[in-house]
């Protein structure tokens, strides 16, 4: 009888090392998921981010983290609960995995826990690869990242997603237009200080190729809550494509191309990139809710 995580495996083309590393990652990511909805943590919380735009709507670049926020705020809300599901659900397909919560170190409602394991250990167990492994060496540590938001900005709307490996099983996430308010927020607004994150940009460019318009009332709330504009009211269409010119003409596109590279397969997509093609695809396609 063939493994549910051998199935899973067989869904990416691994030609590489690296190829392998983020297919055993997002395995990791879609069976900690699992867990999360057998605990019923989907209650009362949401998945959004690049993770959740990969697994539900095929964006085609690979993930590193799992991010959450609560549908209403929670200043009692406890994130341990939840990790021996994912810890189970892990330890039922063979991943034997910490899964631990991050001790906070600042007051910040943003809770984390880290899934660690074994790269070259995982490996041999679903992809057969033989030891010795060019590339992995046997200390080499997976790590997949997740938090969640206690305190989450109000004007998101949801929707519920199911998945059917490795068993069917359901997510509550942010719909499209919330989604592309989270990403402009941390395109505009992610203190990233001398560095940027080239996977925002990708995921924007994603967002306006479909067509998506912008739940500008839930990014308004969240560039209140984040200091970046005072009053509701301030955000508009037009005052938006400002802000985004601004953006685009004080980066370094050299350094968001670099990031983003490792994550992407393509990389002629990534030949435009400058001020000028963002901004005039940004004039062209941005729509708002």
């Not at 203190?191 to 500008?216: H, Q």
Request: glycine share 6%; net charge negative; hydrophobic share 40%.
């Amino acid at each position: 009888m063939r493994s549910p995580i051998k199935d899973m495996l067989d869904r990416y083309t691994c030609i590489t090392m690296d190829d392998y590393r983020n297919a055993l990652k997002e395995i990791v990511q879609e069976i900690a998921l699992c867990g999360l909805s057998r605990g019923g943590f989907f209650k009362n919380a949401a998945f959004y981010g690049g993770t959740a735009l990969r697994m539900f709507h095929n964006l085609d670049r690979f993930s590193e983290d799992l991010d959450f926020s609560l549908i209403v705020p929670d200043h009692f809300y406890d994130l341990d609960v939840y990790l021996p599901y994912v810890r189970d659900e892990l330890g039922s397909y063979g991943f034997e995995m910490e899964v631990e919560k991050k001790q906070k170190t600042s007051n910040t409602p943003v809770q984390s826990a880290f899934i660690k394991g074994g790269t070259l250990i995982h490996l041999i167990k679903i992809a057969s690869i033989e030891p010795p492994v060019s590339g992995i060496s046997r200390d080499e540590q997976l790590r997949v990242k997740f938090e969640i938001d206690t305190d989450p900005p109000t004007g998101a709307e949801f929707e519920v997603k199911y998945q059917l490996v490795p068993v069917p099983y359901s997510v509550r996430l942010f719909d499209l237009p919330s989604l592309f308010a989270g990403k402009l927020h941390a395109l505009l607004c992610r203190n990233w200080k001398n560095r940027v994150k080239g996977r925002d940009y990708y995921d924007y460019l994603w967002y306006l190729s479909r067509s998506v318009p912008v739940n500008i009332f839930h990014l308004e709330q969240r560039m209140i809550q984040s200091g970046h504009i005072t009053k509701e009211g301030e955000l508009d269409a037009e005052s938006l494509v400002r802000l985004l010119d601004v953006r685009f003409s004080v980066i370094d596109f050299r350094q968001v191309i670099s990031d983003v590279e490792p994550f992407v397969k393509d990389l002629r997509s990534l030949e435009l990139w400058n001020h000028d093609f963002f901004i005039n695809v940004t004039r062209d396609r941005l729509r708002v809710l």
